[in-house]
């Protein structure tokens, strides 16, 4: 008995593929890799235990089954969007919750944007969910999520890019005085340093650095939160990195060789494309677009 198949993104998948004719023109039109058009197509067939199209050179034709499964399709598929546009029509409005997502490192970046936002719209709820896991916006779990590192990648995800950041080591001027001002990479072995957890520092650059070129006696405190680096670096506890932007928040700070030490990364605005033209979330967009280009 074939398995029960659960995923209507596989029938979508492979209803644009019987549309279109071929991988390629299914993929453009669904702006995903035409690797993943066919890895869905092949894991719905594997799931109904048949054939849903016959494979030619120059493309995809549905077999008899197939022709049955994607007529049904195509009327779930119209329902589906009669649904989707009732809903955007009728979010037209600037009230209810507004859930942004992001990392608690980048607050001290995005609050200007929130404050403007919440003052402009008092009726709407904005909620800032802090969090290194990374929620899920096609779930529902947040409607916007603010992201560092490469594009994301998420097939039904609209990535638009912000701006890039710069980054580098830090200390606060009380713990240079304590422990002397490092001159070269050589003299960093005498100093303590902040850095991630296992399994977060991949994601974090500096942490990243830290970890491979310093040895772990001398690193003297791990935190699972970028935000509780930068208040350890801030509070002289030893060496730490941080977003250039943030540090110059606080004027007591020092760069720690920043012509040898530096990254670069870049910042994503991530909405689910049955989001994007909504009111709230293109309201809030739209500031924090302004906010990156100024």
Known sequence: MASEFSDWQDIKVAFEVARRGTLTSAAQALGVHHSTVLRRINHLEQSLNTRLFHRHARGYTVTETGAKLFASAEQINEQLESLHSSIMAADTTLSGSLLLTTVSGFIDILAPVCEIFQQRHPQVQLEILLDQKRL????G???????AGPRPDEGDYIAQHLCSKDSGLFAHERYLARMGEPQSLSQLQQHHFISGVAGFNSRVPYFAWVDEHIAPSQITLR???TSDANRAVVNGLGIGGMQKEVAHL????????????????????VT???????AKVQAFAQLLKQHFRS
Do not use: G
């Not at 899920?136 to 779930?139: G, I, P």
């Not at 689910?272 to 909504?278: K, V």
């Open 272 to 278: 689910h494309h049955q989001m994007h033209r909504s």
């Open 136 to 139: 899920r916006l096609d779930h």
């Open 223 to 225: 935190v699972s939160e």
């Open 250 to 269: 606080y004027p007591q700070l020092r760069p720690v060789l920043p012509k040898e030490l530096n990254w670069q990364h870049d910042i994503w605005l």
């Open 141 to 147: 779990q947040a409607h916007i999520a603010v992201r």
